[in-house]
């Protein structure tokens, strides 16, 4: 967090646009920040030669936000509105009685909110809160008690306990495998309709990764669909739209519940895992308490075992 400073446009800059932009107006602006409508567009102005982009079209009766402009706006909106709301908060005596968890959008769409009523249920005076990001722990762990996350670690501040080593392997519907001819060998995905997860993060493992250490060659890096969300990929899957690389966690509910099926049993284990985190500072009861639930959630039941994922065959026939 240490580059905030350097990275952050001027608070009064954005606090600024933020107003223009909600009014569509400089001069309503000018009013609600309590300063002159040559201010507000100066700020505007500077703000747009830092990022070096137009934030607005100046219109003859008013103010309209360019593409790029709507995006900083509800950025800048919902940044304002956590901080208003959290002041208010401390106003009226604190916290509440709660946790925060830090999730990626797929633990927390596959994992953890299928599952939470159970520790709701177990613990109604908790409040809980899923604080998820897809740019890794780290940029939330100033804002959490405790999470599950994806890697190797180490996680300043957090204490790491391993639930599941990362494993990898192809996925996709009933109704997708039984449309295509019956598949053998991992040769023969090369192809099959192959759906992509969209991410420059270093270490990710797609389609070429995984290939090679299949020790498959020839993948031309061909995919029909690409998509930058693993929840979004794994919902094309369950859609029929072809296959995917699936990992244990993400998808052993959708074996289970045979949305998706393994097409092969073909599996690669990487050096990451999936590890509980939480924080080494000393942890109240609430927070020991959710990382009890988590722990035993494992103890009580592994990954879905590949056979018990794949369709019988006389239903393929």
Sequence with gaps: ?????????????????EAAARHSSFTLAARECGVTQAAVSQQVRALERELGIALFRRLHRGLELTRQGSRLYRAAAMAFEHVANTADDLRDGGWPEGIAIGVTFAVATYWLIPRLPRFRALHPEIEVQIVATDRGFQKVADRVDAGIAFGTGPWPGFKATLLLPGR??????PAYLRSRPRLSRVEQLLGETLLSIDTDRPGHIDWPVWFAE????????????????????????????????????????????????????????????????????????????????????????????????????????
Excluded at 1 to 17: E, G, K
Excluded at 168 to 173: H, K, L, R, T
Excluded at 216 to 227: D, P, Q
């Design 1 to 17: 967090m240490a580059d905030l400073l350097t990275r952050l446009p001027r608070l009064s800059a954005l606090l600024m646009f």
């Design 168 to 173: 990898v392997f192809p996925v996709c519907s």
């Design 214 to 317: 299949q020790g498959v060659a020839g993948y031309t890096g061909h995919v029909s669909l690409k998509i930058n969300s693993h929840p979004l990929l794994l919902q094309a899957a369950c859609e029929g739209q072809g296959i995917a690389l699936g990992w244990n966690l993400l998808t052993d509910d959708l074996l289970r519940e045979g949305r998706l099926v393994r097409p092969l049993d073909a599996t690669m284990t990487t050096a990451k895992g999936y590890y509980f985190l939480m924080t080494e500072a000393k942890c109240p009861e609430r927070v020991l308490a959710f990382r009890d639930w988590v722990l035993g959630c494992f103890e009580q039941g592994g990954p879905v075992p590949a056979a018990a994922s794949r369709i019988p065959a006389e239903t393929l026939a």
